[in-house]
């Protein structure tokens, strides 16, 4: 066995034991005495997925010191993880056009190197940069990649790795109905592998959609879902998002000093992992609470916090949540001086998302073709209706205690 190959059977092991560890057991300090090249890549991907739920300040650093070593050969393996780490940041934090340029990067190695566990969970990233942006045409793609590559490979996870974003940006373009089967369809692969995190990313979700339809039952059921698959996972990221959404199930409960104290909660963990589109969805959440206490004063701060942030960072569909929320806001305060630059910038905005274009229904068709989502769509979505209202009576108990931040 070559050495390049030894290297890249490492890395796929590696990808599979990622949920297993989730990086606890990663020292810095270790891995830049590390002199072996294999041995630092390992460490350097098991550290990854740690760092991308809890810190990425550090998963910058460590993608920085895997080309920034004394060794005297950094090849290209070293060179893609280094990009995918700082393109992961990227997107999250500052520059999306500059993280998904370097994850295009990697992404090129990794197709020539015949890595495809690697390439698919890049493709997947790529998605999420475009779906910040609000362009869905090209998240798509990215996400149909992701699942066709993923298939292509023995493991099971990269098969639906991007099932969920691909469902997501389906919801996003208005159908909803189809989306939600994407994610559902990810959410039953995700249990069956014991994937606990997915399984609360995907819950916490369909929970959003339930709500925007007025299915407050259901939504509970999902969120209430999602907390606990959240418990199973020491990702701060998955942690603040249980407390979010255990936050709005007291407010839709008028609970309404809990779910205050709850939010800001969560913002403060977010705020430590450090990535901007959760910490946007903190200030939405926080000014929609004040908008509907009438604490206008209030939600205008948090409301304007979120629009600037999210302006900031290129996350125009945030930003347009955000400027409706303004909208709302100076037209309950009489704010007529307001209103109509407000509604200049939301125009604004949603032209710009509209000339990036929408989903082809063809890659939508071709995306089914790799889920069962074509067995009976209606049947199924009935079916995971009934069992979310299950869930309520099932996990009922653990919304009556308060909130008790989990030990790490």
């Known amino acids: ?64 010191s895997l080309i920034n070593s004394d060794l005297k050969e950094i090849d290209k393996v070293e060179v893609a993880l280094s990009k995918r780490f700082l393109g992961s940041v990227s997107i999250r934090t500052d520059n999306i056009d500059e993280g998904i340029g370097l994850l295009t990067e990697a992404r090129e190695i990794f197709s020539k190197s015949h890595s495809i566990i690697l390439l698919s ?16 045409y090209e998240a798509a793609n990215y996400y149909f990649a992701s699942i066709f590559h993923g298939t292509q490979s023995s493991d099971a996870t990269a098969r639906y790795n991007g099932m969920i974003g691909f469902g997501k940006t389906v919801c996003a373009i208005g159908d909803t109905l189809k989306g939600q089967l994407f994610v559902q369809e990810y959410l039953e692969r995700s249990l069956k592998d014991n994937k606990f995190e997915a399984a609360a990313d995907a819950c916490g979700f369909l929970g959003m959609i339930a709500g925007q339809n007025g299915k407050v039952d259901l939504m509970s059921a999902y969120y209430t879902r999602s907390i606990l698959y959240a418990n199973h996972s020491e990702s701060k990221t998955h942690q603040a998002n249980a407390i979010t959404n255990k936050a709005i199930h007291y407010f839709y409960n008028d609970k309404v000093d809990s779910a205050i104290y709850l939010f800001k909660e969560s913002l403060k963990i977010r705020k430590e992992v450090g990535a901007t589109r959760p910490i946007v969805e903190s200030f939405y959440n926080l000014a929609i609470l004040n908008i509907e206490t ?41 704010d007529l001086e307001n209103v109509e630059p407000i509604k200049l910038d939301i125009d604004r905005i949603q032209n710009e998302l509209d000339e990036m274009g929408t989903l082809d229904e063809r890659i939508i068709a071709l995306a089914v073709d790799f889920t069962s989502i074509h067995d009976t769509p209606i049947r199924r979505s009935y079916f995971w209706e009934l069992i979310s209202a299950v869930a309520i009576i099932l996990s009922s108990l653990t919304l009556i205690y308060s909130y008790r931040p989990s030990s790490t």
């Open 294 to 334: 009438n604490n206008l004063p209030e939600a205008k701060k948090f409301a304007e916090q979120g629009e600037v942030l999210s302006s900031e960072r290129g996350i125009r569909s945030w930003q347009l949540d955000c400027l409706i929320l303004l909208l709302e806001i100076a037209e309950k305060s009489n």
């Open 121 to 136: 969970e890049t493709e997947n990233e790529i998605g999420n940069g475009y779906y910040l942006q609000g362009n869905f």
């Open 1 to 64: 066995m070559t050495n390049q190959l030894f290297r890249f059977f490492l890395i796929f092991f590696s990808c599979l034991s990622w949920f297993v560890s989730f990086g606890q057991d990663f020292s810095f300090q270790a891995f830049q005495n590390e002199k072996d090249s294999l041995r630092r890549l390992e460490m350097a991907i098991n550290g990854s997925i740690y760092y991308r739920r809890n810190n990425l300040d550090s998963l910058k650093i460590l993608g920085i």
